[in-house]
């Protein structure tokens, strides 16, 4: 079956606007994922197919297909839920800067994105296990899977904590085992939760460094460093953000596009200035929820 592909550039050698929410300080007390055998994975070509889960869960419309985009659109000054976006309250919540953690459009997000860290920690599990294969190709899968867990933990701290947002610090769980250990768990600390990001950073840069074949379809050794960046950014370490984007911008593989191809570059894949991508199939959007329906 052939299908046609919208093309999501997560990190790109532009600026994007990542805008902060916040819900309340109470759980959102959903579970967070089935448990698959660790068993059953005994190959390379295997653990590879679990890693391309997470970013099929990324890439519905569930997270970045649709919620991850609306939610950063409505904190920003580029649109504005009226009153009438009806079924969609969760959109008009974000214009007043909370959400109700009753709604099921919340939960949606929450436990879609802890599906996908699930898949990660998976493979993460796995590091260690002699599996049929290359296994320089198996510690490059697992790198990837460490880089995508922080994204996605990044991501639920941006939606679902409150940094930058009130006085509070109020943090979000940051799952590294498979199976969790806990279902129902707390909150991590936002300490706590800057240690484990720089550290599955540290370890998905350190695995991912000798990749021969570098692309934009995966998270490569240079995506990691973009995501670093926009990390610690986040938490204003201003040398670290300086490093890996000089490492990036100095590698001569991406460029920044002109300004008369800006627009167009978005309707365009692996573009010079693209350095991760998602892609999202017509399957996963045709339906009222869609993005563009939405808008």
């Known amino acids: ?99 109700n953690a009753e709604l099921s459009d919340p939960e949606i997000l929450w436990e879609n994105a802890y599906r996908a860290i699930a898949a990660a920690n998976l493979v993460i599990s796995l590091e260690n296990k002699k599996l049929d294969g290359d296994p320089d190709r198996q510690k490059r899968i697992v790198g990837q899977a460490y880089a995508l867990r922080a994204l996605i933990h990044y991501d639920l701290l941006r939606f679902f904590g409150a940094l930058h947002v009130t006085d509070s610090e109020t943090g979000i769980p940051y799952i590294t085992t498979y199976p969790a250990a806990d279902f129902s768990p707390a909150r991590t600390p936002i300490d706590a939760i800057k240690t484990q990001l720089n550290k599955d950073l540290d370890l998905a840069l350190l695995m991912l460094k000798k990749d021969p074949e570098p692309s934009k379809i995966y998270m490569s050794f240079y995506a990691a460093h973009v995501l670093r960046a926009h990390i610690v950014l986040w938490f204003e370490e201003w040398e670290k953000a300086l490093e890996s984007t000089t490492i990036v911008t100095e590698s001569g593989q991406f460029q920044i596009v002109d300004k008369d191809k800006c627009i167009a570059s978005w309707h365009k894949k692996l573009n010079e ?23």
């Not at 350095?275 to 045709?286: D, G, H, K, R, V």
């Open 273 to 295: 200035n693209s350095i991760f991508e998602l892609s999202i199939t017509t399957e996963a959007t045709q339906n009222q929820m869609l993005l563009a329906s939405v808008y």
């Open 1 to 99: 079956m052939k299908f046609q592909y919208s093309i999501l550039s997560i990190f790109t050698l532009v600026a994007p606007s990542f805008l902060f929410v916040s819900c309340g300080k109470e759980s959102l007390n959903s579970r967070l994922s089935k448990q698959l055998d660790q068993n059953d994975i005994t190959t390379v070509d295997l653990l590879q197919t679990v890693l391309n889960s997470t970013d099929k869960f990324m890439a519905t419309d569930a997270y970045y297909g649709r919620y991850a985009i609306l939610i950063g659109e409505l904190r920003s000054d580029n649109c504005v839920a009226n009153g009438a976006s009806s079924p969609f309250p969760l959109y008009e919540e974000y214009n007043f800067g909370e959400i």
